[in-house]
């Protein structure tokens, strides 16, 4: 399977189902991807270096997935081929009582990059869509009865709608979005909680809260599905990755990264005529010093 396998821009449907959670589908080996794997470092730094210099675009990346998937890990290590000065982490958690006293992207908002910075959004505005669904949450936001008292799945079209209106506009306003799902299986969920419990220098990660929300993965999953099928877009798009064996996943993020750095095509910014001509005097006074 090729990146684009994983692509979805609205001219065809995800099926969770259908999709790999590991690299049993791959057809070369772990050692050549791994060695694919370092040179795409060396490359993402020169590329976020120039996206850095070229300031007329902001990148946001979402990452979304289900407990233990690795999205900590994935950041961590992708994160690290790029300069820290233009890469931050917004992890949006649980609202707090003065977020849920704004509309749901007022924190997302304030979390958005400068032109040539990269925000990567560590769960993200979509748990307001798929979590809300999930737990049943409408009936308990402080919000007027016109907007709460409608039925509960006509109040996730709108947010739906509302985020692929949001997403565009943040398109048409110079930022590009991509969203990546990382396609995590059952049975390695379970793999890697149990790890947390097992594991003294991992126990820390465990909450009761995880077995909760295991109980009801298979539905996540179909919530997950429905919202990627309506906000896949040609300029939006999301990415379905598998999430079983963390050094292929690293892998696949990168070359999702280095695809949309060279879609978006930076280039150093260019001196006028003049500062050319001044650096040449510069130069001339340095060698005279």
């Known amino acids: 399977m090729g990146i684009q396998d994983y692509h979805f821009d609205g001219t065809k449907k995800c099926?969770?189902?259908?999709?790999?959670?590991?690299?049993?589908?791959?057809?070369?080996?772990?050692?050549?991807?791994?060695?694919?794997?370092?040179?795409?470092?060396?490359?993402?730094?020169?590329?976020?270096?120039?996206?850095?210099?070229?300031?007329?675009?902001?990148?946001?990346?979402?990452?979304?997935a289900m407990d233990a998937a690795g999205k900590d890990s994935l950041i961590r290590h992708v994160a690290?081929?790029?300069?820290?000065?233009?890469?931050?982490?917004?992890?949006?958690?649980?609202?707090?009582?003065?977020?849920?006293?704004?509309?749901?992207?007022?924190?997302?908002?304030?979390?958005?990059?400068r032109r040539g910075e990269i925000t990567i959004f560590n769960r993200s505005y979509y748990e307001d869509i798929v979590t809300t669904e999930v737990k049943h949450l409408m009936?308990?936001?402080?919000?007027?009865?016109?907007?709460?008292?409608?039925?509960?799945?006509?109040?996730?079209?709108?947010?739906?709608?509302?985020?692929?209106?949001?997403?565009?506009?943040?398109?048409?306003?110079?930022y590009r979005v991509i969203k990546i799902f990382l396609h995590l299986s059952k049975e390695m969920q379970k793999k890697r909680?149990?790890?947390?419990?097992?594991?003294?220098?991992?126990?820390?990660k465990f909450e009761k809260a995880d077995l909760d929300e295991r109980k009801v993965f298979d539905i996540?999953?179909?919530?997950?599905?429905?919202?990627?099928n309506k906000t896949s877009t040609e300029t939006c798009p999301?990415?379905?990755i598998p999430a079983d064996n963390k050094w292929y996943t690293r892998y696949l993020f990168s070359e999702i990264l280095i695809r949309t750095f060279k879609d978006i095509g930076a280039t150093p910014p260019m001196l006028s005529d003049e500062e050319t001509e001044n650096l040449k005097i510069y130069r001339e006074r340095l060698l005279d010093d």
């Open 80 to 113: 690290s081929a790029m300069n820290p000065q233009g890469v931050s982490v917004c992890c949006l958690k649980r609202p707090t009582e003065e977020e849920l006293e704004h509309d749901y992207l007022w924190r997302v908002n304030k979390a958005l990059p």
């Open 220 to 228: 996540y999953l179909q919530k997950y599905e429905y919202v990627i």
């Open 139 to 174: 009936k308990t936001y402080p919000m007027a009865e016109r907007v709460i008292g409608v039925d509960e799945k006509d109040f996730i079209k709108t947010r739906i709608n509302q985020i692929k209106n949001y997403e565009n506009f943040l398109y048409e306003n110079s």
């Open 15 to 64: 099926t969770l189902s259908e999709m790999p959670t590991d690299s049993s589908w791959v057809k070369k080996d772990k050692k050549e991807i791994l060695r694919k794997f370092e040179n795409n470092m060396l490359e993402l730094g020169e590329l976020q270096n120039t996206f850095y210099s070229y300031r007329k675009e902001g990148l946001i990346i979402v990452l979304q």
């Open 193 to 204: 909680l149990l790890e947390r419990i097992d594991l003294k220098e991992k126990n820390w």
């Open 238 to 240: 999301w990415y379905v």
